[in-house]
């Protein structure tokens, strides 16, 4: 257990409205991630963040963007919801010590845009 | 650039019958492989992963990998499945040394038959 929690879980919203999805995590990691998942695509990478005010692009970051004002939280915004933005949302961290090289995962977000 | 082909969508097998996801990789440059399962409506965990060493890697749940250089596959095997395997694996890719971006593959759906 990462101690990655997620919130909300499940988030019904309509077209052209904001929503802010948050990822906490415990343990004061650096590395944290934003994917969504959608069926056929596995895992695409949104955003991401190495510390502090620290982030970067990943390969579907459009429409999407992310703050971290603090080590353990990482937000994701969705400025004007599509529905196309209909997704799984999943954070995940990496660990600054011990086995630095794997990424795990909070529980997921379930976002609906009508 | 590196990919992840997972060349199964789904495999049906049946209960206490062996299994081998199948995942073949592109990349210049030495990886880390990483297979990860996720159950129905949950988040993504850890099976196993290859960083360097025995070629042979065994995860939790009874699954073990082959990392397979020449190849360029990293395969998925257990010899009896049980009904609780029923889930979907990914497959994963990330670079030695470098600080960001895990690359999935689409996932492969285990169907259990009883």
């Known amino acids: 257990d990462a101690g990655i929690t997620q919130s909300p879980r499940h988030k019904v919203t309509e077209t052209g409205t904001p929503v802010t999805l948050r990822c906490h995590q415990t343990e004061n990691h650096r590395y944290m991630y934003w994917y969504r998942q959608d069926p056929g695509h596995g895992l695409r990478l949104i955003h991401y963040?190495?510390?502090?005010?620290?982030?970067d692009k990943g390969e579907v970051s459009d429409g999407y963007s992310v703050s971290r004002s603090k080590t353990e939280d990482f937000l994701l915004t969705l400025e004007s919801a599509t529905s196309s933005q209909t997704s799984v949302y999943f954070c995940?961290?990496?660990?600054?010590?011990?086995?630095?090289?794997?990424?795990?995962f909070g529980p997921g977000t379930r976002l609906t845009v009508l | 650039a590196q990919s992840v082909t997972q060349l199964d969508s789904q495999v049906p097998v049946f209960e206490e019958a062996p299994v081998e996801l199948r995942c073949n990789y592109s990349?210049?440059?030495?990886?880390?492989l990483f297979w990860y399962v996720q159950y129905p409506n949950q988040g993504l965990q850890l099976l196993l992963k290859?960083?360097?060493?025995?070629?042979l890697v065994k995860g939790i749940n009874g699954f073990e990998a082959e990392f397979n250089k020449s190849q360029t596959s990293f395969h998925l095997r257990k010899p009896s499945v049980h009904i609780s395997d029923t889930a979907e694996y990914f497959c994963?890719?990330?670079?030695?040394?470098?600080?960001?971006?895990?690359?999935f593959g689409k996932g492969t759906r285990l169907h259990i038959l009883p």
């Open positions: 990349s210049s440059v030495s990886v880390y």
């Open positions: 994963a890719v990330s670079l030695m040394n470098r600080d960001d971006k895990i690359i």
């Open positions: 963040s190495y510390g502090v005010k620290d982030t």
């Open positions: 290859y960083l360097s060493g025995s070629t």
């Open positions: 995940a961290i990496r660990r600054d010590r011990g086995d630095t090289d794997t990424q795990y």
